[in-house]
């Protein structure tokens, strides 16, 4: 799946969950991109945004963020 599908559909995603604010949207955007991406899936957006993240909402990419400190724990 190419980069610009899946920040579409993290954007799609953080859109959901906006209204829930910026500490329990991510955390709750976190939880479905673990629930429901594939981990190549996962993955592609690891490298994407490794590669500045372009067109990523502040959002999702704080949900990336703790994936990506999770990870690393």
Request: aromatic share 6%.
């Amino acid at each position: 799946m190419s980069p610009d599908r899946l920040v579409t559909m993290a954007n799609q995603i953080g859109r959901f969950f906006a209204h829930r604010g910026e500490e329990r949207g991510s955390a709750d955007i976190a939880d479905h991109i673990v629930k429901f991406w594939d981990p190549r899936m996962r993955a592609a957006m690891r490298a994407h945004l490794d590669a500045g993240g372009a067109g990523l909402d502040p959002l999702p990419r704080k949900a990336f963020e703790i994936l990506a400190a999770q990870q690393n724990s």
